[in-house]
């Protein structure tokens, strides 16, 4: 199973560049994709950013040419730059991973979510 536990959320001013980081542990084969979610007061979660095991990145119009993931797969670890932030980018933001477990099928974890406010 792997667990995630995000880090570098908390109060941002809107001309910031803050980075969130997603580190993953546990026992696994692999992890394939991860990604970033968000979810807002009142909304449902939604896909902030993907990369795949090989780099490949997918992006939320929302956030296109503002945010960037990126992951280091020596470390497990993912991270999410963002800039030219928006009011509308406050949220809890989850980290996810699509792994496969030594056993069994493909699997997927969320972690806590860290909190992300922006501020202008």
């Known amino acids: 199973q792997v667990r995630l536990v995000e880090s570098g959320g908390g109060l941002v001013h809107s001309r910031g560049s803050p980075r969130l980081s997603c580190a993953a542990s546990?026992?696994?084969?692999?992890?394939?994709?991860m990604g970033w979610y968000r979810q807002a007061p009142g909304k449902q979660r939604e896909l902030v950013a993907t990369?795949?095991?090989?780099?490949?990145?997918d992006y939320a119009d929302s956030v296109k040419c503002r945010f960037t993931i990126s992951r280091d797969n020596a470390k497990n670890m993912v991270y999410l730059e963002m800039s030219n932030l928006k009011p509308e980018d406050t949220a809890v933001y989850y980290c996810?991973?699509?792994?496969?477990?030594?056993?069994?099928?493909?699997?997927?974890?969320w972690g806590q979510g860290t909190q992300v406010t922006v501020s202008s």
């Open positions: 996810n991973a699509d792994y496969l477990p030594l056993r069994g099928w493909g699997n997927s974890s």
């Open positions: 546990g026992t696994f084969s692999s992890i394939n994709y």
């Open positions: 990369v795949s095991k090989g780099g490949s990145t």
